[in-house]
C-alpha cells in the first residue's frame, strides 16, 4: 500500500472557508468538501469584504477556497488583503478562467494554488490539503 502524502494533513482537521459569490456552487462546495475526512467548513461568504468580516468577527480558517470574479471584493484584491492582515490564512483561487496570465498574477500576490471550476473533486480536495500542510510549515 502507498502512503497518502495528504495524511499528515488530515491528521488536525483543516478549517476551510468558501468564498463565492454563487450560493448553490458555495453550498454544493460546502456539502462535497464536508465529506472528506479532514475537513471542516468553518464559514462562508459571498465576497472578499464579507469573508474578511467574518475574520475580523473570529472565524479561523486556515484555508480559503475563494472565487476569482465577485462582487465588491474580488478574489485578487482579498488575496493581497489576506496576505498582510491575515497570513496564515492560504489561499486556493477557485475560477472559471484558465489564463496563464491571470494564473501567474495570483500565485505573485500570495495565492497557494489555482484551480479551474472543471476541476475533479480530488484534485480540489488535494489542493486544500497542501494549502494547509504548507502553512502548517
Known amino acids: 500500500m502507498t502512503p497518502n502524502p495528504t495524511s499528515a494533513a488530515v491528521a488536525v482537521p483543516v478549517r476551510l472557508a468558501i468564498v463565492d459569490d454563487h450560493?448553490?456552487?458555495?453550498?454544493?462546495?460546502r456539502a462535497l468538501l464536508s465529506g472528506y475526512a479532514g475537513i471542516e467548513v468553518v464559514?462562508?461568504?459571498?465576497?472578499?469584504?464579507?469573508?474578511?468580516?467574518?475574520?475580523?468577527q473570529g472565524s479561523t480558517p486556515n484555508v480559503v477556497l475563494m472565487d476569482m470574479q465577485m462582487p465588491i471584493l474580488d478574489g485578487l484584491q482579498t488575496t493581497r488583503l489576506l496576505r498582510t492582515q491575515f497570513p496564515g490564512v492560504r489561499v486556493v483561487i477557485i475560477s472559471?478562467?484558465?489564463d496563464p496570465s491571470l494564473v501567474s498574477t495570483?500565485?505573485?500576490?500570495?495565492?497557494?494554488s489555482y484551480l479551474v471550476k472543471n476541476t475533479s473533486p480530488e484534485e480540489m480536495r488535494s489542493a486544500v490539503l497542501a494549502a494547509a500542510a504548507a502553512g502548517a510549515r
Open 23 to 29: 450560493i448553490l456552487f458555495r453550498k454544493g462546495l
Open 43 to 56: 464559514c462562508e461568504a459571498s465576497n472578499g469584504q464579507e469573508f474578511l468580516e467574518l475574520l475580523d
Open 96 to 98: 472559471m478562467h484558465d
Open 106 to 112: 495570483v500565485l505573485a500576490e500570495g495565492a497557494h
